[in-house]
């Protein structure tokens, strides 16, 4: 059962569509098996690309940051009524620091970006075939 504030490390997965959460899951431990057979270099250089991978918080901080500047701008320049949409993309930054949702979760999870947790997943197992 869904609570109003879910647990942080699950707040995301709760609200995303469970055909997109077993994609992610499949993707993550198929990058896992297809290094099975690599080398320490190889290895460790996935591991590189991991700490670089930007994770869900990341991608929807910067688009909230780059919606609010931008119609704040076009409030100030061009027509206050962009500002309401200022204040609905911090309403919905604000939804989703609690509930784990916002409009733009569900496009983005199913294009593939991952959580913290996911992307921390694939690490410790890389870690473990060193």
């Known amino acids: 059962m869904r609570t109003i504030f879910p ?10 569509n ?6 992610i899951k499949k993707e ?6 297809s290094y099975a057979d690599k080398s ?6 996935r591991l590189k690309e991991l700490d670089a991978e930007w994770d869900i918080e990341r991608v929807l901080e910067t688009n909230a940051a780059s919606a609010i500047i931008l119609s704040t701008i076009l409030g100030v320049t061009v027509n206050k009524k ?17 509930q784990g949702w ?3 979760l569900e ?3 199913r294009v593939g970006v991952r959580t ?12 473990n075939l060193l």
């Open 82 to 98: 962009w500002l309401l949409a200022t204040g609905a993309v911090g309403g919905f930054l604000l939804q989703h620091a609690l």
């Open 7 to 16: 647990d942080t490390m699950k707040r995301v997965q709760l609200h995303t």
């Open 102 to 104: 916002c409009p733009p």
């Open 28 to 33: 993550t431990l198929g990058n896992v098996l």
């Open 116 to 127: 913290c947790s996911e992307i921390n997943y694939e690490k410790e197992a890389l870690k």
């Open 40 to 45: 320490k270099d190889e290895i460790n250089g």
């Open 107 to 109: 496009v983005f999870r």
């Open 18 to 23: 469970k055909e997109i959460n077993n994609k």
